[in-house]
């Protein structure tokens, strides 16, 4: 079952066209990443999704109400959509609780509103915290308190808008995976829009590719890495070497030598391609050995569990991206041998 729907959706800010003919399902109770460079629409799809802003055309959809048709909009706050933006925007004058509990109904009773956002806080993980004024608070904390009052209404969906960007590297990681946690025990539809394709491939279910105001690609993580339907959707999910070369009787042919297609695809037509090899897939050797080709590292980034080097082979002079365990010391200017190891893709 989907929670929300777009069809057809379009959006121009005076000539300019910004979405057009967008379709877009997310299902019940999961997690989807609209990944996109800055200026693909993220933000005005998002806007849209809020009430923010109306559509032009098309149908959105939100459980079983259509909220706006390109004629008429449900406002925003009938909408049943909690937002989390980028900076949290808590009101600085008011303490956690009163934050948190913005947006419950005063129908409710104090008392009823009262156990609401303590349980909301302990589910954050900020139980004892509800008297501090934001300005109290880590940047993570705050985050948490925004997701709380996202949640208080009960909402069919949750957007999030780069919620993590303002932070640290170590706490983006770590409360990305916290607020997905959270999302998950609460079986929350949410969306979750952000630039950072580490963050889309580590919390999201499904991500939708953004791509000049249109959806490119929809898959799990895991398929859109493995087989991305095209280049550039290949770019926007990892690292990735391309390599100039031919398809020949179904195997491709480039300066690092016979290579596997991708089982499962059309068999490309022989002749000219550029082939999609994943750092991971080149295997690199301290001596020549049956399949490899020679080549001088240029450049090593070490990351602790693993390394990443940029090696040139020696016969083509191709400059090629090779993953390996953080326990293997290349060092620059060092002979090498790489190998392809699994399958390509041919484009």
Same mark, same amino acid.
């Given at each position: 079952m989907?929670v929300l729907?777009?069809?057809?959706?379009a959006?121009?800010?005076?000539?300019?066209?910004?979405?057009?003919?967008l379709?877009?399902?997310v299902?019940?109770?999961?997690?989807t990443?609209?990944?996109?460079?800055?200026g693909?629409? @993220?933000?005005?799809?998002?806007?849209?999704?809020a009430?923010l802003?109306?559509?032009d055309a098309?149908?959105?959809?939100?459980?079983?109400?259509?909220?706006?048709?390109g004629?008429?909009a449900?406002?925003?706050s009938?909408? @049943?959509?909690?937002y989390?933006?980028q900076?949290g925007a808590?009101f600085?004058h008011?303490?956690?609780?009163?934050n948190?509990?913005?947006?419950?109904t005063?129908?409710?009773?104090?008392k009823?509103?009262?156990?609401?956002i303590?349980?909301?806080?302990?589910?954050?993980?900020?139980?004892?915290?509800?008297?501090?004024f934001p300005? *109290?608070?880590?940047?993570?904390?705050?985050?948490?308190?925004?997701?709380?009052?996202a949640?208080?209404t009960?909402?069919e969906i949750?957007l999030?808008?780069?919620?993590?960007?303002?932070?640290?590297?170590?706490l983006?990681?770590?409360l990305g995976q916290d607020i997905?946690?959270?999302?998950g025990?609460?079986?929350t539809?949410?969306?979750l829009v952000t630039?950072d *394709?580490?963050e889309a491939m580590?919390?999201?279910?499904?991500i939708a590719?953004?791509r000049?105001? *249109?959806i490119?690609?929809?898959a799990s993580p895991?398929?859109l890495?493995?087989d991305?339907?095209d280049?550039?959707?290949?770019?926007?999910i990892? *690292?990735?070497?391309?390599?100039?070369?031919r398809?020949?009787?179904?195997r491709g042919?480039?300066?690092?030598g016979?290579v596997?297609?991708?089982?499962g695809?059309?068999r490309p037509?022989d002749?000219?391609?550029q082939?999609?090899?994943?750092p991971?897939q080149l295997?690199?050797?301290?001596?020549?050995?049956k399949?490899?080709?020679?080549?001088?590292?240029e450049?090593v980034t070490?990351y602790?569990?693993?390394?990443?080097?940029?090696?040139?082979?020696?016969?083509s002079s191709?400059?090629?991206?090779?993953r390996?365990?953080g326990?293997?010391l290349?060092?620059?200017?060092q002979?090498?041998?790489?190998a392809?190891?699994?399958?390509?893709?041919?484009y």
């Open positions: 989907s729907e777009l069809s057809g959706v959006k121009r800010y005076g000539a300019a066209p910004v979405l057009h003919d379709d877009f399902v299902p019940d109770a999961t997690i990443a609209v990944l996109g460079s800055s693909s629409g @993220k933000t005005t799809l998002l806007r849209l999704l009430g802003e109306r559509a098309g149908t959105i959809r939100i459980g079983s109400r259509v909220v706006d048709d004629r008429r449900v406002p925003a009938q909408r @049943k959509v909690g989390v933006p900076d808590l600085p008011l303490r956690v609780a009163a948190v509990g913005f947006g419950l005063r129908r409710e009773s104090a009823l509103n009262q156990q609401r303590a349980e909301l806080l302990e589910l954050v993980g900020l139980s004892g915290l509800d008297a501090r300005h *109290q608070l880590s940047g993570g904390q705050q985050q948490r308190v925004a997701l709380a009052r949640l208080a009960d909402p949750v999030l808008d780069e919620p993590f960007s303002s932070l640290d590297a170590s983006r990681q770590s997905a946690r959270i999302l025990e609460t079986r539809t949410a969306v630039h *394709q580490d580590s919390l999201a279910d499904h590719v953004l000049d105001g *249109q490119v690609a929809y895991r398929e890495y493995l991305p339907p280049m550039t959707t290949a770019a926007a990892g *690292q990735l070497n391309v390599m100039a070369g398809v020949s009787r179904g042919h480039c300066a690092l016979a596997k297609l991708r089982a695809e059309a037509p002749g000219p391609c082939l999609v090899i994943r991971e295997a690199v050797h301290l001596e020549a050995s399949g490899s080709v020679a080549a001088t590292v450049e070490f602790g569990h693993d390394a990443v080097a940029r090696v040139t082979l020696r016969e191709d400059s090629v991206l090779v390996v365990g326990e293997l290349l060092r620059v200017g002979d090498v041998w790489v392809v190891t699994g399958a390509a893709h041919a």
